[in-house]
């Protein structure tokens, strides 16, 4: 019934680059904070220093990779509740004629709809025969 989803296109080369300076910024912070070989920074600076670089690294590291490997990431909506412009809504009540769901469209005070799909009148008190 619904048609699967084209492929994500690829990403722009510069887009890449630019993310994955940040996992770069992360790494360099997380060598040089542990590679002194004196107690300073103290043990907490480092541990509060570490904890941001992972996030650099997780961020400038993982975001490109996800992309390529034409995965979502993580601040987009997930593609099973991500409506596509043809495809019908699949929760609520179903047009008999042709299956599509109701969606966000206006029920009669007597029950009666019009399929915004297959354009044709079905009442949601009614089964179909």
């Given at each position: 019934?619904?048609?699967?989803?084209?492929?994500?296109?690829?990403?722009?080369?510069?887009?890449?680059?630019?993310?994955?300076?940040?996992?770069?910024?992360?790494?360099?912070?997380?060598?040089?904070?542990?590679?002194?070989?004196?107690?300073?920074?103290?043990?907490?600076?480092?541990?509060?220093?570490?904890?941001?670089?992972?996030?650099?690294?997780?961020?400038?590291?993982?975001?490109?990779l996800s992309m390529?490997?034409?995965?979502?990431?993580?601040?987009?909506?997930?593609?099973?509740?991500?409506?596509?412009?043809?495809?019908?809504?699949?929760?609520?009540y179903k047009c008999?004629?042709?299956?599509?769901?109701?969606?966000?469209?206006?029920?009669?005070?007597?029950?009666?709809?019009?399929?915004?799909y297959c354009l044709?009148?079905?009442?949601?008190?009614?089964?179909?025969?």
């Amino acid at each position: 019934m619904n048609t699967p989803k084209p492929p994500l296109p690829r990403p722009p080369l510069f887009g890449l680059i630019f993310l994955s300076m940040f996992g770069f910024i992360g790494l360099g912070m997380l060598v040089f904070i542990w590679s002194q070989p004196s107690n300073f920074p103290p043990l907490f600076f480092k541990f509060v220093a570490s904890c941001i670089a992972i996030a650099f690294m997780a961020m400038g590291f993982g975001g490109p990779l996800s992309m390529l490997k034409d995965r979502e990431p993580l601040n987009s909506t997930p593609s099973d509740t991500e409506g596509s412009e043809d495809a019908p809504p699949v929760k609520g009540y179903k047009c008999p004629n042709c299956g599509a769901g109701l969606g966000e469209q206006e029920v009669s005070p007597s029950g009666d709809v019009k399929c915004n799909y297959c354009l044709k009148w079905w009442n949601i008190h009614r089964t179909p025969e």
